[in-house]
């Protein structure tokens, strides 16, 4: 099985910056996409930001312009580096990364995710 393991969340002053990693424990195959998510105590956990086989990236308004996605694909890693940081990223980070086979048959892999926590 799987495992992706995300690292980089701490205690951060707003304005502060911050950057996650998530390395999976072995290379993932037919990978499509690969995102970061989140979710705040008494939310929903909501897409922060993803990137696609092409390469193509989207992201959530609320963090257009201050955070990026990237990824390592020798290692099937990939990272969100967040800056200017506000009081309302705070939230645990979530790695996801879903793959589909030739054959259609898709997976769903999820990390346990790091706190983030901006405050001064």
């Known amino acids: 099985q799987v495992q992706l393991v995300e690292s980089g969340g701490g205690l951060v002053q707003p304005g502060g910056s911050l950057r996650l990693s998530c390395v999976a424990s072995?290379?993932?195959?037919?990978?499509?996409?690969m995102g970061w998510y989140r979710q705040a105590p008494g939310k929903e956990r909501e897409l922060v930001a993803g990137i696609r086989r092409s390469g193509s990236t989207n992201y959530a308004d609320s963090v257009k312009g201050r955070f990026t996605i990237s990824r390592d694909n020798a290692k099937t890693a990939m990272y969100l580096q967040m800056s200017t940081l506000l009081p309302e990223d705070t939230a645990r980070y979530y790695c996801?990364?879903?793959?589909?086979?030739?054959?259609?048959?898709?997976?769903?892999?999820w990390g346990q995710g790091t706190q983030v926590t901006v405050s001064s």
């Open positions: 072995r290379n993932i195959v037919n990978i499509y996409t």
């Open positions: 996801n990364v879903k793959t589909i086979s030739d054959l259609g048959t898709s997976g769903d892999y």
